[in-house]
């Protein structure tokens, strides 16, 4: 069978060769962009179409409505809480997976990224069963602290926390192994402190990963849907979020809000994937 | 590459850091407070959920697994979730291909398509489908609330893991390779399939666990696309999500087990993976 294979090419094939290949790979771009254009550039522009139909009125709309206002600050409140707790903690615990060494390290390392794969409404259960006000673990404890977690914004920033755990720690890990230690150490032999050291040395390494990081958490926690969903209990005016208002006007008939909506949240989204993708410096030059 | 916003295949902890250092107080202070930060957010939630499903004994919880409705959805989320995978590992390996071997205007804009899907919010993705797909589709198939619906859902928000998880891992090839198998007269298929083919599987391996596990947790892009019509598109998270309104936790929780087992199974791949190509690399 290799034998086949390995019979060296005469000349005179060689013209239909590049032809064949330049087919081949005009073929192969073609599907390409087929198939993204059919599975997301087509349907999102539909949105944007049907969010702008008759200009920015329904948008303007959507801003004179107070629950929809509502709707909006609090996902913003929510969002900004749960992306600062997980740069603190994503920042620390990458420093710590990468500068040091203690037992349990790989464990610890497989189980961070488990936020990725675990179901939103599964997150949200589960959150529920510890912190419900009613029945769960230490729920009824806070509460009689006269802390309201289930139900209430406390709960909600749990959960878009949890379920955008991973992003910041997936990119200050890898930058924080390239950058190596001798800076630090060398800095550190010169009498800087720890504190010192991370403010001068280390902050500035992982500054482009950590701003990648919290943009990516942004995005994913304005959009959070079923964590909050489960844990908000979705009260018109209290607890509903701007995910949750595109459902609700979408099931009430309202299409035109819920494309307004939608386009909003997409329009973030997609802003911040711009974003991401325009500082990001081309790999290699890092 | 700008590969943005998926580092999916990139490994937490490539290799053995040099010059790690054992803790000392302060670190070991913080590796504390970060340790008992996600087990509030993370363990002990998670545990809740294995403990409640077991309250009642596994008869209890495995009956509410296998009951028809559960059951259906089960089987309905698993099989499509391996379908999608399946496209994902071809789409997502051709896409990869196409955006580090080709050069051409607007691939910038293909590596921003390629990471709207996980980007944008669950909800708005159903919607963004509905919109060409749906009944109002200017195009004509309207997958609203049949099967349809949840492969293409599926296939929105699995998007980038395949992609994501080759595409470092093809841009690093060394390419003298693959010509000097060419100048021996080696097909484009036989150079493909025996020489690039095998460097890529474990990333291609680890994009697929991803993608599965993605697929298997889907809720928001399902709500309005599906319809959730019982043993006909409604998906395991749907099911779970009925069940906790109608404040039945401990079935909710038993459903849960089972999907977070699928989560831990993929997690425990996906490290082995890494670890394989850490040694490859």
């Known amino acids: 069978m290799a034998e086949a294979h390995l019979t060296p090419r005469r000349p005179a094939d060689a013209v239909w060769p590049r032809l064949r290949r330049t087919a081949f790979r005009w073929t192969l771009r073609a599907i390409v962009v087929g198939y993204l254009f059919l599975l997301v550039a087509w349907p999102l522009s539909l949105v944007a179409r049907e969010a702008l139909d008759g200009g920015v009125g329904r948008i303007q709309e959507l801003f004179d409505d107070p629950d929809v206002v509502h709707a909006l600050r609090l996902t913003v409140v929510v969002a900004l809480w749960a992306v600062a707790l997980n740069t603190v903690f994503g920042v620390g615990i ?61 709960g909600m920033v749990l959960a878009t926390a949890f379920v955008a755990l991973p992003l910041v720690i997936r990119e200050v890990v890898p930058v924080l192994e390239e950058v190596g230690v001798e800076q630090e150490q060398a800095a550190q032999s010169l009498g800087a402190s ?3 050291r991370f403010r001068r040395i280390t902050l500035p390494s992982i500054k482009w990963a950590v701003v990648y990081g919290v943009v990516l958490s942004l995005a994913r926690s304005l959009g959070e849907f079923g964590a909050v969903k489960v844990v908000s209990g979705n009260v018109l005016g209290e607890t509903r979020t701007a995910t949750l208002v595109v459902e609700e006007k979408y099931l009430n008939f309202d299409k035109g809000g819920a494309y307004a909506t939608a386009f909003l949240l997409a329009l973030i989204s997609v802003a911040c994937i711009v974003v991401v993708s325009l500082i990001r410096p081309k790999e290699g030059s890092r | 590459m700008t590969s943005v916003a998926v580092p ?12 790690a250092g054992a803790l000392t107080s302060v670190s070991g202070a913080g590796l504390g ?39 259906a959805a089960v089987r309905l989320t698993v099989g499509m979730a391996l379908v999608v995978t399946a496209v994902n590992v071809v789409m997502g390996t051709l896409i990869a ?17 390629i990471d709207i899907p996980f980007a944008l919010p669950t909800i708005v993705a159903g919607l963004v489908l509905l919109s060409l797909y749906g009944s109002d589709s200017p195009i004509g198939p309207d997958v609203a609330n049949n099967r349809w619906s949840v492969f293409l859902a599926y296939l929105f928000v699995t998007l980038p893991f395949v992609v994501r998880t ?10 003298e390779v693959e010509e000097a198998a060419a100048s021996l007269g080696a097909s484009r298929l036989t150079v493909f399939r025996r020489i690039v083919l095998p460097s890529l599987t474990p990333a ?20 309005l696309l599906s319809g959730n019509l019982p043993y006909k598109t409604e998906v395991t998270s749907v099911r779970i999500l009925s069940s906790i309104e109608n404040d039945n936790l401990a079935g909710a929780a038993a459903v849960a087990t089972l999907l977070l087992l699928i989560s831990f199974t993929v997690i425990v791949i996906l490290d082995l993976l890494q670890r394989r190509m850490v040694r490859r690399g």
């Open chain 1, 94 to 154: 990458s420093i710590l997976l990468v500068r040091y060494r203690f037992p349990g390290k790989r464990l610890l390392s497989a189980l961070l990224d488990l936020p990725l794969s675990v179901s939103p409404v599964v997150v949200g259960l589960a959150l529920v069963l510890v912190y419900g006000g009613r029945s769960g673990w230490i729920g009824p404890t806070l509460e009689d602290a006269g802390i309201k977690v289930i139900f209430a914004t406390p």
């Open chain 1, 194 to 196: 720890a504190l010192q």
């Open chain 2, 8 to 19: 999916a295949g990139r490994s937490v902890l490539r290799r053995r850091p040099a010059g």
């Open chain 2, 33 to 71: 407070v970060a340790v008992l930060w996600f087990s509030l957010l993370v363990l002990l939630p998670l545990s809740a959920v294995v403990l409640r499903a077991a309250e009642g004994g596994w008869g209890p919880a495995w009956q509410t697994i296998t009951n028809g409705q559960t059951l």
């Open chain 2, 97 to 113: 291909w196409v955006l580090v071997r080709d050069r051409f205007v607007g691939q910038r804009l293909l590596e921003v398509l």
């Open chain 2, 166 to 175: 080759v595409q470092p891992v093809l841009a690093e090839l060394d390419r």
């Open chain 2, 204 to 223: 291609i391996a680890a994009g697929a666990a991803l993608s599965f596990a993605r697929g298997v947790s889907e809720y928001g892009s399902l709500v």
